[in-house]
């Protein structure tokens, strides 16, 4: 099994940035990638990024490219999402998520291929 706790919600008017932190335990080496996921109310989740775990390779939604980075720190088996530029649009609870297969360019970006789910962090941008 593994663990995710997400921590570094909050709220933030429009324009700040925001650093989201996901940080693993268990069984983590099991793990392929971490992407993270935002859900806002009435919508369906949608993907926002994804980072693997061993080669550090990134994907990011077109509605985050050039404003969200997402990271890994293998040591502490913590994933990161620093948020710049944060728009109202970006409300949403944040959830990360661990696949534990690996992630193909067809499949990073839907929920199905992540097998484990933190409980989300709320995320409020005010104008």
């Known amino acids: 099994q593994v663990q995710l706790v997400e921590s570094g919600g909050g709220l933030v008017q429009a324009g700040e940035p925001l650093r989201l932190s996901c940080a693993a335990s268990g069984r983590i080496f099991s793990t392929y990638a971490v992407g993270w996921f935002r859900q806002a109310p009435g919508k369906e989740r949608e993907f926002v990024a994804v980072?693997?775990?061993?080669?550090?390779?990134?994907y990011y939604a077109d509605s985050v490219k050039g404003r969200f980075t997402i990271s890994r720190d293998n040591d502490k088996h913590t994933v990161y999402l620093q948020m710049n530029g944060l728009k109202p649009d970006d409300t949403a609870v944040y959830y990360c998520?661990?696949?534990?297969?690996?992630?193909?360019?067809?499949?990073?970006?839907?929920?199905?291929?992540?097998?484990?789910w933190g409980q989300g962090t709320q995320v409020t941008v005010s104008s």
């Open positions: 998520a661990a696949a534990a297969g690996a992630l193909s360019s067809s499949s990073y970006a839907l929920p199905y291929p992540y097998d484990y």
């Open positions: 980072v693997s775990w061993s080669e550090g390779t990134t």
